[in-house]
């Protein structure tokens, strides 16, 4: 960080914070549903099975139609596609 930054942040620190609310943790199970469209999720079919490494041995990855919208470093990559959930 920066600290010339930080330096008009840290002197409105709380420094003996309370807790409001209920003591108790509180746990449920609920559906998780895709946040994402059916017609955004389609990836190549003809190679479902290539690893990171084999992927890494290609010239052009991008050729492949999984790597180029699915991987993080794909060239039209669909960042929420596959990744997000919402709770329903």
């Given at each position: 960080m920066n600290p010339?930054?930080?330096?008009?942040?840290?002197?409105?620190c709380v420094n003996n914070p309370w807790g409001l609310g209920a003591p108790h943790r509180f746990e449920f199970t609920a559906e998780l549903m895709p946040a994402w469209l059916d017609t955004d999720l389609n990836p190549d079919t003809d190679h479902p099975y290539l690893t990171?490494?084999?992927?890494?041995?290609?010239s052009s990855?991008?050729?492949?139609s999984f790597y180029k919208y699915y991987h993080t470093?794909?060239?039209?990559?669909k960042r929420g596609v596959g990744r997000k959930w919402a709770l329903n």
């Amino acid at each position: 960080m920066n600290p010339v930054a930080t330096a008009g942040i840290s002197t409105c620190c709380v420094n003996n914070p309370w807790g409001l609310g209920a003591p108790h943790r509180f746990e449920f199970t609920a559906e998780l549903m895709p946040a994402w469209l059916d017609t955004d999720l389609n990836p190549d079919t003809d190679h479902p099975y290539l690893t990171e490494a084999e992927l890494q041995e290609e010239s052009s990855p991008n050729d492949y139609s999984f790597y180029k919208y699915y991987h993080t470093r794909g060239d039209s990559l669909k960042r929420g596609v596959g990744r997000k959930w919402a709770l329903n």
